[in-house]
């Protein structure tokens, strides 16, 4: 794959050097909002800067996180995935289902909970390059499709009790503030930037998203890139599943409502562009944490939750106006 990339894509001398920097991915100005978001709330609330309202903050944006990553890459090729919520969903059910109803062993469970995430997401990248839908639509048929299939799997009934070892994989602290759930969270941070930064197929999809047809004539397989991208944010929504399950020791079919619309704002706030080409892990990470502190912070100083969501929607106008405003200057 290396080989079929384009020189102005592999090597740019417009490329800025790699700096400390250069890890939030260009998204300087949301990590000013933030830092300025958390001497708000640090005055507002005594309660904000205690270690152990950090580590709450941090379980919090784990689900979140998770899924965000995988919509990184779906808007850097310029796509969008509104059915992540709703695959979180149908994973968790499907793994709650196997184990508890029909009493297949719970590791098993977990890894085909991560391929029905992987079958929503193919399903999405199908309808994108051989039904040539647009990703708003397909991606949205798949949120109602995955949405109802995790409400008929136990006819809209949660279910409770997981093994005590699954559930403290996201409770028991290591190192007096590091869970699983979280390691795991930092773990694929680290491996996605990575590959965005350094590898052939992130460059290939940074491309896609600045112009399909120049990619493909540059001999990059864009249905195929465009696809796996799909793919790969089905699998982290089922991941995210899998983590959502073990923090509530159920599986809930309502469960990630409202998770679409927050992690493509995650992504946006972070600084990536919703016509694509422009987006990084780092970035994401920061918008990641714009949204928990937010939710966390008003809910100390005892916002209610509907204004929250008013405040929240503010946000997310505010971010996407700016991205405008970038792309015509």
Same mark, same amino acid.
């Given at each position: 794959?290396?080989?079929?990339? *384009?020189?102005?894509?592999?090597?740019?001398?417009?490329?800025?050097?790699?700096?400390?920097?250069?890890?939030?991915?260009?998204?300087?100005?949301?990590?000013?909002?933030?830092?300025?978001?958390?001497?708000?709330?640090?005055?507002?609330?005594?309660?904000?800067?205690?270690?152990?309202?950090?580590?709450?903050? #941090?379980?919090?944006?784990? !689900?979140?996180? #998770?899924?965000? =990553?995988?919509?990184?890459?779906? =808007?850097?090729?310029?796509?969008?995935?509104?059915?992540?919520?709703?695959?979180?969903?149908?994973?968790?059910?499907?793994?709650?289902?196997?184990?508890?109803?029909?009493?297949?062993?719970?590791?098993?469970?977990?890894?085909?909970?991560? !391929?029905?995430?992987?079958?929503?997401?193919?399903?999405?990248?199908?309808?994108?390059?051989?039904?040539?839908? *647009?990703?708003?639509?397909?991606?949205?048929?798949?949120?109602?499709?995955?949405?109802?299939?995790?409400?008929?799997?136990?006819?809209?009934?949660?279910?409770?009790? %997981?093994?005590?070892?699954?559930?403290?994989?996201?409770?028991?602290?290591?190192?007096?503030?590091?869970?699983?759930?979280?390691?795991?969270?930092?773990?694929?941070?680290?491996?996605?930037?990575?590959?965005?930064?350094?590898?052939?197929?992130?460059?290939?999809?940074?491309?896609?998203?600045?112009?399909?047809?120049?990619?493909?004539?540059?001999?990059?397989?864009?249905?195929?890139?465009?696809?796996?991208? %799909? !793919? !790969?944010?089905?699998?982290?929504?089922?991941?995210?599943?899998?983590?959502?399950?073990?923090?509530?020791?159920?599986?809930? *079919?309502?469960?990630?409502?409202? %998770?679409?619309?927050?992690? =493509?704002?995650?992504?946006?706030?972070?600084?990536?562009?919703?016509?694509?080409?422009?987006?990084? #892990?780092?970035?994401? #990470?920061?918008?990641?944490?714009?949204?928990?502190?937010?939710?966390?912070?008003?809910?100390?100083?005892?916002?209610? *939750?509907?204004?929250?969501?008013?405040?929240?929607?503010?946000?997310?106008?505010?971010?996407?106006?700016?991205?405008?405003?970038?792309?015509?200057?």
């Amino acid at each position: 794959m290396a080989s079929s990339i *384009p020189a102005a894509v592999e090597s740019s001398p417009d490329r800025p050097r790699r700096s400390w920097i250069a890890l939030i991915g260009g998204a300087q100005g949301p990590l000013i909002g933030l830092v300025l978001l958390c001497v708000v709330f640090a005055v507002l609330s005594p309660y904000f800067l205690s270690l152990r309202n950090a580590l709450n903050v #941090i379980d919090q944006v784990t !689900v979140l996180g #998770i899924m965000a =990553i995988g919509m990184t890459a779906v =808007i850097v090729i310029g796509g969008i995935d509104l059915s992540v919520g709703s695959t979180l969903a149908l994973s968790m059910m499907v793994m709650g289902w196997l184990s508890n109803d029909k009493g297949l062993a719970f590791p098993l469970a977990i890894v085909l909970a991560v !391929v029905v995430g992987a079958a929503c997401g193919l399903g999405n990248g199908l309808l994108v390059t051989k039904a040539k839908l *647009p990703p708003f639509i397909a991606t949205l048929a798949m949120m109602t499709i995955a949405r109802g299939l995790a409400n008929i799997i136990t006819n809209g009934e949660q279910i409770v009790g %997981y093994p005590d070892w699954f559930t403290a994989l996201s409770t028991e602290r290591h190192f007096g503030f590091l869970s699983a759930t979280v390691a795991l969270f930092i773990l694929l941070l680290i491996v996605s930037w990575l590959i965005l930064q350094y590898r052939a197929v992130g460059r290939n999809l940074y491309a896609i998203g600045g112009s399909r047809e120049v990619a493909r004539l540059a001999g990059i397989h864009v249905d195929g890139l465009t696809t796996g991208v %799909y !793919v !790969v944010a089905g699998i982290l929504s089922g991941v995210a599943g899998v983590v959502f399950a073990a923090r509530l020791d159920s599986s809930q *079919p309502s469960a990630g409502l409202g %998770y679409e619309l927050d992690a =493509i704002a995650a992504v946006v706030i972070g600084g990536a562009s919703l016509s694509g080409g422009i987006g990084g #892990i780092g970035g994401t #990470i920061v918008g990641v944490l714009i949204i928990g502190v937010l939710h966390n912070g008003l809910n100390l100083v005892g916002v209610s *939750p509907f204004i929250q969501q008013i405040i929240v929607g503010a946000v997310i106008a505010i971010a996407v106006a700016f991205d405008s405003l970038r792309r015509r200057t």
